[in-house]
């Protein structure tokens, strides 16, 4: 069973809990025993989990800014005009994918532990993230 | 299939060679085509392959530390006091999955590659990695 | 089903767009519904996705050479002399695996979204990506 969650996003390192959405459609496919693949399919944005907290969304974005800044020259940018090499190098480091057990219906994630998309694009998106169980 | 492994680490990075254990898990499934998921269900871990030899240990442990410093501000610290902020923030660059094919029910690694959790809180953890064959 | 895609790389951080070839194995396999798994067997390569342009080709390179610096001091060189102790620190932030849904017999990646590996050694290799779909 795979569905498509609709996501509208600010960019700019933007990071959605997506955790609620992704249950219900364990839910819905009444898949005991399996996994979930969790995939963005975009080429700057990623999955990734994290304790979703603001403290958290703060300190991920500044890690991100620090180790890929905005401020460089990329050679992508140089070509393309659209200002977000940044966006598609840190996509390419955290990855577009994530999966994640389940058992007896339900989601094996920690306590603190939250599914979220990142949008590193440089402007506000509407994302598609494909959630496929099985 | 889909077995938990306990795990008693140090923190602070602790580098955990975890590939006896989900071979084994593997054997016992008795799936000869197929892949196995590795998951830590936690916030402050992950999972990732290495050649797993003292030299590379402390190499990936300075790599994390020159990227995300201990000693920086963190906002998840201000807030919640228990100084793990840098935990989190490599927790959520290294994702807690990693899926291996399966063949001929031996899991294709390659010759120095070896499954790793990696535990980045700063305090000695029992964590559970959950491994999920199919 | 499961195939081996065999390639030639340059090493240092040659980036392959293996996005065609993952594909014909899945047309080749006639699964409809379900994922394809990438993996690359070796500790010193990693698999991702970008919008595979020459621009973003080199903004990936300079990232993990801003990153993780060859010229640093890794102890695993100190002991095994091969000189490529960078190589293993960036392949185990990048990671060997990928997990891509697939939906109607079609890979359901992003227009500008590729599929690439990234051979971090420093030498030329014959790499081996395992394709396995299901």
């Not at 080429?43 to 890690?63: Q, V």
């Not at 180790?67 to 070509?79: D, R, T």
């Amino acid at each position: 069973m795979t569905e498509r969650l609709k996501l509208k996003t600010q960019g700019f390192c933007d990071i959605i809990n997506i955790t609620e959405k992704v249950s219900s459609v364990i839910s819905k496919s009444k898949v005991q025993e399996g996994s979930v693949l969790v995939f963005v399919n975009g080429s700057t944005a990623g999955i990734t989990t994290i304790e979703f907290e603001p403290g958290l969304e703060s300190d991920l974005k500044k890690a991100f800014e620090r180790l890929f800044p905005k401020s460089l020259e990329y050679a992508h940018n140089e070509k393309w005009g659209d200002g977000n090499g940044f966006s598609h190098v840190r996509a390419s480091f955290l990855k577009p994918d994530l999966v994640i057990p389940i058992e007896n219906g339900k989601i094996l994630l920690g306590t603190w532990q939250q599914i979220v998309l990142v949008d590193f694009d440089n402007r506000p998106r509407e994302r598609e993230v494909i959630v496929s169980v099985k």
